[in-house]
């Protein structure tokens, strides 16, 4: 492997901001790589859009990222995971990982009564995205899916601890907790922030199931399979890049990393469209 292709950073995007969440697993499962974070702010949410639309929207992320020489590229958005992965693995010839089968992957291993729940957005849960890759790979197992959107505004309000979050926690997750899961995957890169609600209400016996761990632990066995890690025995660095500044995205980005962030740079929707 040529020496400069293993010292290129990995890039990650999302719809928004909630892919944050995954460069956190990311800089600790990998904490000499370097990474570049792409969240689409000026068009979010993808849940709500069409299939095509996420298709064309997951190619422009993607390409964006390609433009800013990355080794590989993280789709931290569960909607187009689901929906345009292999669009994206099919246009670009490096290293393209998603949220959706590391997922399947770590619940499937980690379930004991074969009764698995997911939680994602109304795109994720109707494209069955989950729910098709654990019957891929266990078809003995049962799985339950819940559309949680309100969990996403919750996230990004900060609303950690508030009651208001603890009673939609509670509209959304009884209906799972009556089947009698035993683990739950967090199919969106927001609902990590709500962790310590979700495990209340959902019951201490779930096992919560963090998508942006099992892909990070999916990019690091790449990594290896490629031969990509880079030699750099440093701390590596983060740069972020968005396509608007919402009011609060800095208070809400530092809430998701859990650290100060100050180089945050917006781009022009029409580098998206033209690259």
């Not at 099919?90 to 619940?107: D, Q, R, S, Y």
């Not at 660095?237 to 396509?243: E, G, I, L, R, T």
């Amino acid at each position: 492997m040529n020496f400069m292709e293993k010292e290129k950073p990995i890039g990650v995007f999302d719809s928004g901001i909630g892919g944050l969440t995954v460069v956190k697993r990311l800089a600790s499962t990998l904490p000499v790589e370097n990474l570049v974070y792409f969240g689409d702010t000026a068009r979010v949410p993808y849940g709500s859009k069409s299939n095509a639309t996420v298709v064309e929207y997951g190619l422009q992320d993607a390409r964006f990222l390609i433009n800013k020489n990355v080794k590989a590229i993280v789709v931290a958005c569960n909607t187009v995971s689901s929906i345009a992965l292999n669009e994206i693995k099919n246009a670009f010839h490096i290293p393209v990982i998603g949220m959706i089968e590391p997922g399947a992957e770590f619940a499937v291993r980690e379930t004991n009564n074969k009764r698995i729940g997911v939680i994602g957005t109304r795109a994720t849960i109707m494209n069955q995205a989950y729910s098709n890759a654990i019957k891929k790979l266990n078809p003995g197992v049962e799985v339950f899916e819940k559309a949680c959107p309100l969990f996403v505004p919750l996230a990004e309000e900060g609303w950690i601890k508030h009651q208001a979050t603890y009673d939609i926690a509670e509209e959304y997750l009884k209906e799972l907790r009556d089947l009698e899961i035993d683990t739950l995957v967090l199919g969106c890169t927001h609902y990590p922030i709500l962790a310590e609600v979700i495990q209340e209400v959902i019951g201490k016996n779930v096992k919560l199931v963090d998508s942006g761990i099992a892909s990070a632990e999916a990019v690091m066995r790449e990594l290896d399979r490629c031969d990509l890690h880079t030699n750099a025995y440093s701390q590596g660095h983060q740069d972020y890049f968005v396509s608007d500044i919402p009011v609060k995205f800095k208070e809400v980005a530092e809430l998701f990393l859990g650290k100060n962030v100050n180089n945050i740079q917006k781009i022009d929707l029409e580098m998206l469209t033209v690259i």
